[in-house]
């Protein structure tokens, strides 16, 4: 169902009139760059004139003359029946889901019109286009140099610093190493820190692919149940006695939304200092507040001496590639030697936008929140159609976690061999496999919230919804139908 601005929403979108010049190009002028940042999406049904004009409190003629305009310039379509209808140019491009590793096999393609559920990243944060547009006179000051900056270009690396220091983790820019994303940021740790046959603690369920490049870097994965309150951590310390790292997605952890208390936070960090043991904290999703502000402080608070990646991916786009790491300083020059040895540092550009919206923004900008929480809410709607489903609604992030029916729940325990999370394929070292067997932990199902164009505010009625997420574990656990 495309969706629908109502004259007063569009009237508050726009504003005043602009004093010089004739107001039917102001008013088109305006939508349009409402339109180029992402604020209108495609599709996009306009007020009708009537209800504009008394919205706004302009003439029939300038809005009449205003949508004319946007319809010459191509962002705008006369629909009969259904009004005028807002265009990207172009059109949206279909795609750009993050690829999942081979090994954990293929998805199979939805269906034709059927929403998929299963990326849980969401689109381009509204006025990031206008940060691009913007970014173009600063990006002339640097062409004049060679334009590599393999630690990442100073603005950004300022950037980042105030922002961990805003949070509570006072950080100077020299601390900070910019990557192409959390992914990379994470590979150039382990590279750094991480010799062949080093045991590194994971949680499990985890991220697959952050597994994926820990295993790649010769790093021995060894996994403990998700991480939850003190008390579950006991059996942490003898894990940790023989290992190098530990892995932790503290913040609306993926796949589960677990979020990680102070008082848990501070004991972890305890056991790693007690251990020799160098944190890795992933924070991806950590400045996903949805409903309320934070009210834990990041790892880094806790443990002053860890390594924490971080990415603008989920907070303003993947699209962006730009993700970032802060260590200890006596960390920091082992990580950017081997930061050297992936690549020579990102696009400039990107960086100056990435700069910009994070001192705009800080972490996820309103509007971005306001469109994640619809998503979320719109997929929550679905509930009613799996009625056996008992979902826990995480404070933020991308996943909503549930525990499936039995049935589906045979299935998936059916296809893991023995003793392996069907998540992330983890084998659990023998004391935690024991550990999950007695307390009959299970690694939770989880459905990736998606935030897709089509889920924004409503889904649309008669399509096909398909939730499975899980096809990353070999196994599809459901489809809902004639949503
Ligand atoms: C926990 C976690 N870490 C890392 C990543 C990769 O992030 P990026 O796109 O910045 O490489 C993701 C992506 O979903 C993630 O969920």
Same mark, same amino acid.
């Given at each position: 169902m495309a969706p629908t601005l109502s004259a007063h929403r569009l009237a508050s979108m726009v504003g005043s009139p602009a004093d010089d010049g004739p107001a039917y190009r102001w008013l088109a002028d305006t939508i349009r760059v409402l339109v180029s940042d992402g604020r209108l999406v495609h599709d996009t049904r306009l007020p009708s004139e009537r209800d504009l004009v008394s919205a706004l409190g302009l003439s029939r003629t300038t809005v009449t003359r205003a949508y004319g305009l946007l319809r010459d310039q191509g962002y705008a379509q006369a629909r009969h029946g259904s009004g005028t209808r807002v265009v990207v140019p172009g059109g949206p491009v279909a795609g750009g889901g993050e690829p999942m590793p081979s090994a954990l096999g293929a998805l199979s393609a939805p269906p034709a019109g059927a929403i998929d559920l299963t990326c849980a990243a969401p689109p381009a944060a509204p006025g990031l286009t206008t940060a691009y547009a913007d970014s173009a006179p600063r990006l002339a000051g640097y062409t004049? %140099?060679? %334009?590599?900056f393999p630690l990442g270009v100073p603005e950004l690396r300022e950037a980042v610093a105030e922002r961990f220091t805003a949070r509570g983790v006072p950080t100077a820019a020299d601390q900070i190493i910019v990557t192409t994303g959390a992914l990379a940021a994470l590979a150039t740790v382990f590279r750094a820190l991480v010799g062949r046959g080093d045991r590194v603690v994971i949680e499990n369920p985890t991220y697959p692919n952050s597994l994926a490049t820990l295993r790649h870097s010769g790093g021995r994965p060894v996994a403990v149940p998700v991480l939850g309150d003190v008390d579950g951590m006991s059996g942490l310390r003898s894990t940790l006695a023989s290992a190098k790292a530990m892995l932790v997605v503290p913040d609306f952890h993926n796949p589960t939304g677990r979020l990680l208390d102070d008082a848990a936070r501070a004991r972890l960090a305890g056991e790693w200092r007690r251990a020799g043991v160098v944190g890795v904290v992933d924070e991806t999703i950590a400045e996903l507040w949805l409903d309320g502000t934070p009210d834990v402080l990041p790892m880094a608070a806790h443990s002053p001496d860890c390594v924490t990646v971080g990415t603008a991916s989920k907070t303003l786009w993947g699209g962006l590639r730009v993700g970032w790491i802060r260590a200890p300083h006596k960390l920091i020059g082992a990580i950017a030697t081997a930061r050297l040895t992936l690549d020579l540092g990102g696009p400039v550009q990107e960086q100056l936008v990435t700069a910009s919206m994070i001192r705009e923004h800080g972490g996820l900008p309103e509007d971005a929140a306001r469109s994640i929480r619809e998503a979320r809410d719109a997929v929550l709607g679905l509930r009613d159609l799996l009625p056996e489903w008992s979902v826990t609604v995480p404070r933020g992030g991308l996943l909503l976690c549930g525990d499936c029916p039995s049935p589906a729940r045979r299935r998936w325990r059916e296809r893991r061999r023995p003793g392996e999370c069907a998540w992330c394929r983890a084998r659990p070292s023998r004391s935690t496999a024991t550990a999950s067997r007695r307390s009959s932990a299970r690694p939770t199902p989880c459905v990736p919230t998606s935030c897709a164009t089509p889920c924004r505010g409503s889904l649309p009625p008669g399509t096909t919804c398909v939730v499975n997420g899980f096809n990353q574990a070999g196994t599809t656990f459901g489809a809902l139908t004639n949503v």
């Open positions: 004049s %140099g060679a %334009g590599y």
